[in-house]
């Protein structure tokens, strides 16, 4: 009698621990590349905000829904793709004094891993750029997680929606070029908005 209550007591504990396993499954996400924006702000001598963006960035992370745990974050960003709609100084930013693009094709973000659930939405990570990596911490608010409206291939797959912002001097990373005499801002918002797609 106790040799079969205690089988039972092993199979309840078999099954809840596989209940869980199943529930509490880590995810891949994939950012859709067509639905991503990486804008940013800096002030132009005092008198407005230059509003800019990267048009190529590749970007992954780990998810799990049931422990609201995000991991293995990383965004490569293609540094020759800004874009303010003002050619000669796309072409000015792309240069030594600023992006120095030849030598830096490429600018990151990555977190190895945070607990949404007592970060306040703020995920750390580091950020590299003209090839110094530093701290940064990035507001981080996922707005929706659901199956997709619209085909993709030929599913609908879990779609995540999320929202962000983050701010650091650009002169932390070496880029000094006008911050002396105020004629470019050194402070830079950065703004976030991006769709990844449930692997």
Not at 35 to 51: C, D, I, M, N, W
Not at 62 to 76: F, G, M, R, S
Not at 99 to 113: A, E, G, H
Not at 149 to 155: A, Q
């Amino acid at each position: 009698m106790e040799g079969k209550i205690m089988r039972k007591f092993l199979i309840i504990c078999f099954l809840i621990i596989l209940t869980q396993n199943v529930h509490a499954e880590d995810k891949q996400y994939i950012i859709d590349d067509s639905h991503f924006s990486l804008g940013f702000l800096v002030e132009h001598a005092g008198y407005a905000k230059t509003l800019g963006l990267f048009k190529h960035i590749d970007g992954s992370f780990i998810y799990n829904a049931d422990k609201n745990t995000v991991k293995d974050i990383l965004i490569t960003v293609n540094t020759d793709s800004v874009f303010t709609n003002h050619e000669k100084r796309d072409a000015h930013l792309r240069s030594p004094d600023f992006l120095n693009v030849s030598k830096y094709p490429v600018m990151t973000f990555s977190s190895d891993f945070t607990d949404l659930n007592t970060s306040s939405g703020i995920i750390k990570g580091q950020l590299t750029l003209l090839g110094q990596t530093k701290p940064l911490a990035l507001n981080f608010k996922i707005n929706k997680i659901a199956k997709y409206p619209f085909r993709i291939g030929l599913t609908k797959p879990i779609v995540m929606g999320v929202s962000g912002n983050a701010k650091f001097r650009r002169s932390d990373f070496g880029m000094t070029y006008g911050v002396s005499k105020n004629l470019v801002g050194d402070m830079i918002e950065l703004i976030v908005e991006f769709e990844a797609i449930q692997q």
